[in-house]
């Protein structure tokens, strides 16, 4: 399969190609084997016009959650996978909440299997525990060895010794370990940060030492370690600072956040929109405005989409009875794009870095490059173009999309996985 | 003015007219029922269902009596906590009551934002009778109406609500009512009671009674929710009692002469207020039950298509 790719300009913020320069890319046999100004005598079994579009490196998710096996309604791998490339991400790491937990090798080697007749590669998180209950270690070297790209419980740990002995003994394979960092003892089944917000829409609410508390213990253990701790989903401004204190310091730390986090506040909760009641809880403005500059900065190495498929009937209950979590594969990066890059917030490349060598560098995979002789991963992305994801397009099975009727100004024009197109959007 | 509105789902979201409205057409409402004849036919046919999902004895005769004074048809469906977690969901419910042909649904419910599930999800009007910590909208009209009958206007008057802030729904429509009405709100009550961010509501934060009680015009004294209350939020109700407590002693050392005491009741007796301070005449603690009534049969009046001013000739 030879595929090429024309007109586009190319952000690779892990190489050396200058921004801006208009090129044909010609991708064979899965890689990319050339990048010319103009190819134009080349024969091809498919062309992209790529034309007043960026071609990116392809974006790495690093926490995505599917429902299969056990919640097959919720989100099944082949319609998450979908949902991806159209989000132009080409690797997912999915989170062990299914049903049963993914706590063995043979569920993580199960999952590998399924890789070719997805329409992206996913990378399996094994459980930390023996059904994530917080207790019971699972064979921790046997689920790196099936192929595990990182262990975690995809909730937090109380266990402060069992995070230890974690961070010690995965050294060996050099393994991350992912922490929802969170004293459930002091989020006292909060559904909203305590701010002014919180107050007038009556909504239970935890204050930020929530997750500052359990962050600083994270920071220290991987201090007291060596180990690599992952922070999933920072969502405050005391978060933030807590990270940046440890990055500081040299600790080896990873942080992640949301792309929801970055685009709205806690004001939308007076709609009791189910959609938005997202673990942890949205933040203030001045949470928000702290997210994107650690972001910007590099406190925060990857934005992620943290897709948590519902369905209907889950959702559509009482705010504070309905499960925590938002959809966004399809539409976290348009959206972030439309509100950091294309209001001038963040140059774009720094957004690019950061849904592609920051969580490739979380994981301890080769950083993505747009270069010849590299895996032909890539997306094609169309800044400017205005854009909406209607309920009956969208390929997840979700009904908790929170941007679901909102349009955006950027556009994914086409995914790329291992040189074939796995995702081009009607022109 | 006309009510266009088709839900009341709180006071936060409603204009100074709208609440202007409810109270002025409460007025006339208020003289029916103090007749001795006190059908009106004005809802003859139309269908209000009370779909309460907490306990309420009060708010829910309240609206009872409101809706059969207007000769509508009043069914009473309470949700127990057991059906719910039967998995009895809240929107099959919603439909059902439709299906009914309820015109208007009054809800009360453990969980805020549930009236606006339920207003998103049928197409019946939908009254907020309670919903978790977020608002009561008719008690809180019918505590402006009380204080409008005794006082004469709001505009101006200080007001100082006392007790369990942070759980406190009735605490939170009236801080809006008030507002919009034109009367500068103070809350007092335990530093472990008092919601976050109050002060950027314009709202003065006591924890000194005394200090909160002086120069009030009117005091809305809340009922401590002991079911609501989690041990440690406050040492003792001994002394609860000692600190917040309305006592005669207390209204005679620091509060004016003609303070109005409204309580939303049911109140614990010796705990936040003293007996004799409820038998006290400047407390309109039965008034407010009346008035209660009076109010309710305004809202839904309004709801039904009613035009304020066709009571009054």
Not at chain 1, 157 to 181: C, H, K, N
């Amino acid at each position: 399969m030879r595929l090429l790719i024309k007109g586009g300009r190319i952000i690779d913020p892990a190489g050396e190609h200058a921004e801006g320069h208009r090129v044909d890319i010609l991708c064979d046999a899965g890689s990319i084997v050339r990048i010319e100004p103009e190819l134009n005598d080349v024969a091809a079994d498919a062309v992209v016009d790529a034309a007043g579009a960026w071609v990116l490196p392809g974006f790495i998710d690093l926490h995505a959650h599917v429902g299969e096996p056990g919640h097959e309604r919720r989100e099944r791998l082949d319609t998450l996978t979908q949902a991806a490339v159209r989000g132009g991400f080409t690797k997912v790491v999915v989170m062990p909440d299914t049903e049963p937990a993914r706590d063995t090798a043979d569920a993580v080697r199960a999952l590998r299997s399924r890789g070719s007749e997805l329409a992206c590669c996913v990378l399996p998180v094994g459980a930390l525990t023996r059904q994530r209950q917080g207790q019971e270690p699972t064979e921790w070297g046997e689920l790196v060895e099936a192929g595990a790209i990182a262990l975690g419980d995809g909730k937090p740990v109380a266990d402060s010794g069992l995070v230890r002995r974690a961070l010690i003994y995965l050294q060996r394979w050099g393994t991350p370990l992912f922490l929802d960092a969170m004293d459930l003892s002091l989020a006292g089944g909060a559904s909203a940060w305590e701010s002014v917000h919180a107050t007038i829409y009556g909504l239970r609410c935890m204050p930020a030492e929530a997750e500052a508390s359990a962050l600083v213990r994270e920071i220290l253990l991987a201090r007291l370690t060596g180990g690599r701790a992952h922070l999933q989903h920072v969502s405050t401004r005391q978060g933030v600072e807590w990270v940046r204190w440890a990055k500081e310091a040299d600790i080896p730390v990873t942080a992640e956040v949301s792309w929801l986090h970055l685009v709205e506040t806690d004001a939308v909760l007076g709609d009791y929109d189910t959609s938005y009641k997202v673990w942890p809880p949205l933040g203030t403005e001045a949470d928000r405005e702290a997210l994107i500059e650690g972001l910007a900065t590099g406190v925060i190495d990857a934005v992620v989409t943290d897709h948590t498929p519902f369905t209907t009937e889950e959702k559509l209950v009482e705010f504070d009875q309905a499960p925590f979590g938002a959809a966004g594969l399809e539409t976290a990066v348009p959206a972030l794009w439309t509100e950091l890059v294309e209001s001038g917030r963040m140059p774009a490349a720094t957004l690019v870095e950061r849904l592609t060598a920051g969580p490739a560098r979380v994981l301890g995979l080769p950083e993505p490059r747009v270069a010849v002789g590299e895996p032909a991963n890539l997306t094609i992305l169309q800044p400017g173009r205005p854009w909406t994801l209607e309920q009956d397009q969208q390929a997840s099975l979700a009904a908790n999309h929170p941007y679901i009727g909102r349009p955006v100004r950027a556009a994914i024009v086409a995914t790329v996985v291992d040189g074939t197109i796995r995702y081009e959007q009607e022109r | 003015m006309e009510f266009t509105r088709k839900d009341i789902l709180g006071l936060r979201d409603m204009s100074r007219e709208e609440i202007l409205a409810i109270l002025d057409t409460a007025k006339p409402c208020k003289q029916i029922f103090s007749r001795s004849v006190k059908k009106l036919p004005t809802m003859r046919g139309r269908v209000v269902v009370n779909l309460f999902y907490e306990p309420s004895t009060r708010t829910r005769a309240s609206f009872e009596m409101a809706g059969k004074w207007m000769s509508a048809d009043v069914l009473n469906f309470s949700v127990s906590t057991s059906s719910v977690t039967k998995g009895e969901s809240f929107t099959d419910t919603a439909l059902t009551m439709q299906a009914l042909g309820a015109d208007i649904i009054v809800i009360r419910h453990q969980s805020a934002g549930a009236p606006h599930l339920l207003a998103r999800t049928t197409q019946a009007r939908v009254i907020n009778a309670g919903d978790g910590i977020h608002e009561h909208p008719s008690q809180a009209l019918l505590d402006l109406f009380t204080i409008r009958e005794r006082k004469g206007t709001i505009e101006g008057l200080t007001v100082t609500i006392v007790g369990d802030i942070l759980h406190s729904r009735v605490a939170r429509s009236n801080i809006w009512g008030l507002q919009k009405l034109g009367a500068k709100v103070r809350v007092a009550g335990p530093a472990t009671l008092i919601p976050p961010g109050l002060d950027q509501l314009g709202v003065e934060v006591y924890t000194d009674l005394d200090a909160a009680l002086d120069g009030a015009d009117v005091v809305n004294v809340l009922r401590i929710q002991l079911e609501r209350q989690k041990p440690g939020l406050f040492p003792s109700l001994r002394e609860y009692q000692r600190l917040f407590g309305i006592t005669r002693e207390r209204l005679q050392r620091v509060a004016r002469p003609d303070v109005l005491i409204l309580h939303p009741g049911p109140a614990n007796l010796g705990v936040e207020i003293t007996p004799e301070v409820m038998e006290d005449p400047r407390c309109a603690v039965r008034e407010q039950v009346s008035n209660g009534v009076a109010v309710r049969m305004a809202m839904l009046y309004l709801l039904s298509g009613g035009q304020g001013d066709a009571l009054t000739h």
